[in-house]
């Protein structure tokens, strides 16, 4: 069992909980168990079948891009953080 | 609706004005309620849009300060509510690169105006539901006084 901090903003689509618990030896696997339990996330994380551009999984304050990606494996007792990339104009 | 002390909307503005003509951008923290978000504290970031000649017209946030600005208030207990950034010469609306570059609802999305450096306007928009388009909350200017 791993565990995923929710953003406040998305809080709302998430039961209003601040951490959810999740299965998966992968953090591809957390994360599809984490829209499974709250299906309403799934919109404001992925674009089709791929993190939205401005999304960022962090494994130990370490980008995932910079790990294995979707196939990184997990022990089971990780915390994930979900961080915007912030831009505009 | 967005709740925002008078103080530090003068430091958000004048962050803007500091910035100019480059759009200068930050961090609002505080608590969402069932008014909206509450802003208690501002932590300003840097531009770091990678073109410098783009800077009157975009910018970015580095993830890794969001990470620490994001550690840092849950040690304070607060949460990033939204995000503030300036307009330099242009009106205080959600632009088409604001949307396409939005992140989720529920942020606040301040912008000031910023015109021959000199703050002109607050405008603070949210993310719709659908991703579709912005939507403009109200912003509640309030004064904190401390007793003594």
């Known amino acids: 069992m791993s565990i995923i901090r929710i953003p406040t903003p998305l809080r709302q689509y998430a039961g209003g909980n601040a951490s959810i618990d999740v299965n998966g030896g992968t953090v591809g696997e957390a994360l599809g168990d984490l829209t499974t339990q709250y299906p309403d996330l799934r919109n404001h994380l992925y674009d089709g079948d791929q993190l939205r551009s401005f999304v960022n999984i962090y494994l130990n304050q370490e980008d995932i891009r910079y790990l294995d990606g979707a196939d990184t494996a997990l022990q089971g007792n990780e915390t994930l953080l979900i961080v915007p990339s912030i831009a505009g104009g | ?148």
């Not at chain 2, 620490?68 to 503030?84: N, Q, T, Y």
């Not at chain 2, 015109?115 to 200017?141: C, P, T, Y």
Request: proline share 6%; aromatic share 8%; with cysteine.
């Open chain 2, 1 to 148: 609706m967005l709740t925002l002390p008078s103080d530090l909307t003068q430091q958000i503005e004048q962050h803007g004005i500091d910035a100019y003509p480059y759009e200068g951008c930050g961090l609002l923290l505080g608590q969402h309620n069932e008014t909206g978000n509450v802003v208690v504290a501002i932590r300003p970031m840097q531009n770091v849009w990678p073109v410098e000649s783009e800077k009157p017209e975009r910018f970015r946030i580095d993830e890794k300060e969001w990470l620490s600005a994001e550690f840092e208030a849950m040690h304070d207990g607060l949460d990033i509510v939204g995000i503030f950034h300036s307009h330099p010469d242009h009106p205080a609306m959600a632009s088409p690169r604001d949307l396409a570059w939005a992140s989720w609802p529920g942020y606040s999305y301040l912008i000031t105006e910023i015109r021959g450096g000199k703050a002109l306007a607050n405008r603070s928009w949210q993310l719709s539901h659908d991703r579709s388009g912005f939507v403009e909350e109200e912003i509640a200017i309030v004064t904190i006084v401390v007793s003594s």
